[in-house]
């Protein structure tokens, strides 16, 4: 079953905020975010585990809270470069990456 | 050294046609995966071969036939193709076991459109 994803879309100015939830309704133990930029293949962004820290990359980072079955991505005073879709997927048994239906994103100047 | 490589980059053929799409990765990875993803941009699962073993076989019609002659390779083989499955196909690559980092390498895609 996929995770879900909110929002659907976003638009933001160059240096503003944007957030990006990510649920699903079976326990979770890891949450993987990748992006996809128009035309491209997704690249992978970072990965957070059961019982681990809150990751970062630059100015995106990422938080994982276990008991709500939730992962939210950060991305802090954004850049034309972090348009593109966003994907958070869940690992389910047998190595199957199961990905949501995506956040486009879109940074304007 | 491009690490997952997918030929074609682009198909264009009739309903009813034969087509296969062959992906190669340099990683030295065990595991590699075929995923589609359709107009709405959904990326969805279909195989999963590790160290050439089906491991994940999603409901896909039969007329989708994966093959991984080794475990740097996985070919996709589509049989009678429908107008439906006009979609980009990706293949990617990970490590399993110890060393898993979690991390899928995508290649570009090849775009199948069936007229």
């Known amino acids: 079953q996929q995770p879900v994803q909110s929002p659907q879309a976003v638009i933001l100015r160059e240096g503003e905020d944007a957030v990006i939830n990510c649920s699903s309704s079976?326990?979770?133990?890891?949450v993987h975010w990748y992006r996809q930029k128009h035309g491209e293949a997704p690249v992978f962004l970072m990965i957070?585990?059961?019982?681990?820290e809150q990751k970062g990359h630059d100015k995106i980072s990422a938080s994982f809270n276990e008991k709500k079955q939730q992962s939210s991505l950060y991305l802090t005073a954004s850049q034309l470069s972090y348009s593109g879709t966003y994907f958070c997927?869940?690992?389910?048994?047998?190595?199957?990456?199961?990905f949501g239906a995506g956040t486009i994103l879109r940074v304007k100047s | 050294d491009t690490a997952v490589s997918q030929t074609p980059k682009y198909l264009v053929t009739q309903m009813g046609n034969d087509k296969s799409i062959k992906c190669e990765q340099n990683?030295?990875?065990?595991?590699m995966y075929w995923y589609k993803q359709d107009s709405k941009k959904f990326l969805k699962i279909m195989f999963s071969?590790?160290?050439?073993?089906?491991?994940i076989n999603e409901t896909v019609p039969n007329r989708f036939s994966p093959k991984s002659p080794d475990k740097a390779h996985l070919n996709l083989h589509i049989n009678s193709l429908e107008l439906g499955d006009s979609a980009v196909y990706f293949c990617?690559?990970?490590?399993?076991?110890?060393?898993?980092?979690?991390?899928?390498?995508f290649g570009e895609g090849s775009r199948l459109t069936v007229l």
């Open positions: 990617a690559s990970s490590r399993m076991g110890s060393k898993n980092t979690g991390e899928l390498f």
């Open positions: 079976k326990a979770l133990y890891s």
């Open positions: 957070l585990l059961k019982g681990g």
């Open positions: 997927g869940t690992m389910e048994y047998g190595n199957k990456l199961v």
């Open positions: 990683l030295g990875h065990d595991t």
């Open positions: 071969y590790n160290n050439k073993e089906l491991i």
